[in-house]
């Protein structure tokens, strides 16, 4: 990841799926978070005819608060969705990342958002799609572990509200995009969750 990160970028760079997702077109994914179009997934999330615009109005204030946490980031080429599926180990150690789709320039600790929600909530990430997921217990000392290996990705300050960010950033786009009733509607729960102060996060130490 470290390697990855000083890769140079252009500022604008985004995958063609989440350049037409968030150009109005069908959302074929849900992540990465893209910090400049959160308040978009607020309107999106509005014209859902089952909206809660009270809750709405509540994020918008809640993002708006936070948006200031990243106004002197500098960009990196972040992969995007790094989780266990991703990452290829040989003979114990970690030797390279697969899978740069929805690769992107945004701020480096990005990746935290999707590594830490695997580490949390690791059932929700199979190998393949007819397979099981990881039991969380396994991936307890992941964090510990990557704040050793890189610990400018946890230098930032405010880190947890900018993870909170980035995790209501997915929230939002699930909420306002995904096909299923279902699936938004527990997105919409765990907003709520959040915007009291938690989330898939409060169980983890780094």
């Known amino acids: ?12 760079l ?3 799926w989440l350049a037409d997702a968030l150009a109005g077109e069908p959302w074929p994914a849900f992540h990465p978070p893209v910090v400049s179009a959160a308040l978009q997934q607020v309107e999106a999330a509005r014209r859902l ?4 615009s009270r809750l709405l109005a509540d994020v918008t204030d809640w993002l708006q608060e936070r948006l200031t946490l990243f106004a002197d980031d500098d960009l990196a080429l972040v992969h995007g969705d790094l989780h ?33 929600r695997w580490c949390a909530r690791a059932r929700e990430y199979p190998p393949t799609p007819d397979e099981q997921g990881l039991d ?26 900018r993870l909170n960010f980035y ?25 709520a969750r959040l915007l009291s102060g938690h989330n898939h996060l409060d169980g983890l130490v780094w």
Do not use: C, K
Request: hydrophobic share 40%; glycine share 6%; no cysteine.
């Open 136 to 161: 969380e217990t396994t991936l307890t000392e992941v964090p510990r572990w990557l704040h050793g290996a890189y610990p400018e990705l946890f230098e930032r300050g405010h880190l947890r509200e």
């Open 84 to 116: 266990g599926s991703n990452v290829i180990v040989h003979q114990g150690r970690v030797t390279g990342l697969i899978d740069f789709a929805e690769a992107l320039a945004q701020p480096a600790d990005v990746e935290l958002d999707t590594i830490l």
């Open 14 to 16: 985004l995958p063609p």
């Open 167 to 191: 995790d209501m950033y997915g929230e939002l786009a699930l909420h306002a995009h995904h096909a299923q009733p279902p699936v938004r509607a527990a997105a919409q729960d765990r907003i």
């Open 49 to 52: 005819p089952d909206h809660d």
């Open 1 to 12: 990841m470290r390697v990855l990160h000083r890769v140079p970028v252009p500022a604008d």
